[in-house]
């Protein structure tokens, strides 16, 4: 489960990285400083991740590809250009990341899973925070 966690983070690190750098139009004010912070805390939080698998002894994922099959999150391509597609893919990545937390801690049982605990907590701030932000740009 840690590796899948970690997979993801990376995947969706790299995807919003692009997204953030990308970034332009009317939905620049809205997104561009939100999917920093996005990115800033998955990197901050990737590499305790990855300490928590070593010390477990996990087998740590090193290649791109090695994490495109672990995760779940498709990465994002160069061919998709609709920016307004693309944020919301983010907010569907978001609630599946959670998702992923949730049967990470229901697995752990009575183990305290400070890692995966913690991530889902600020994942779901960070939904909380996405879907303000996707309401009033798209007026939903």
């Given at each position: 489960?840690?590796?899948?966690?970690?997979?993801?983070?990376?995947?969706?690190?790299?995807?919003?990285?692009?997204?953030?750098?990308?970034?332009?139009?009317?939905?620049?004010?809205?997104?561009?400083?939100?999917?920093?912070?996005?990115?800033?805390?998955?990197e901050?939080?990737?590499?305790?991740?990855?300490?928590?698998?070593?010390?477990?002894?996990?087998s740590?994922?090193?290649?791109?590809?090695?994490?495109?099959?672990?995760?779940?999150?498709?990465?994002?391509?160069?061919?998709?250009?609709?920016?307004?597609?693309?944020?919301?893919?983010?907010?569907?990545?978001?609630?599946?990341?959670?998702?992923?937390?949730?049967?990470?801690?229901?697995?752990?049982?009575?183990?305290?899973?400070?890692?995966?605990?913690?991530?889902l907590?600020?994942?779901?701030?960070?939904?909380?925070?996405?879907?303000?932000?996707?309401?009033?740009?798209?007026?939903?």
């Amino acid at each position: 489960m840690l590796c899948k966690v970690f997979a993801d983070f990376k995947v969706f690190s790299n995807k919003v990285h692009v997204l953030h750098t990308c970034m332009c139009g009317e939905l620049f004010l809205q997104y561009h400083s939100f999917l920093w912070e996005v990115y800033e805390y998955l990197e901050d939080n990737i590499d305790g991740i990855m300490e928590d698998m070593v010390q477990l002894k996990y087998s740590v994922p090193y290649s791109l590809d090695e994490l495109l099959e672990e995760s779940d999150i498709v990465e994002l391509t160069k061919t998709e250009k609709d920016i307004s597609k693309q944020i919301l893919i983010v907010g569907e990545d978001l609630k599946y990341m959670i998702s992923n937390l949730q049967k990470g801690i229901e697995l752990s049982g009575e183990k305290k899973d400070f890692v995966i605990q913690n991530n889902l907590i600020d994942l779901q701030k960070q939904l909380r925070i996405f879907e303000r932000k996707n309401r009033s740009s798209f007026n939903c």
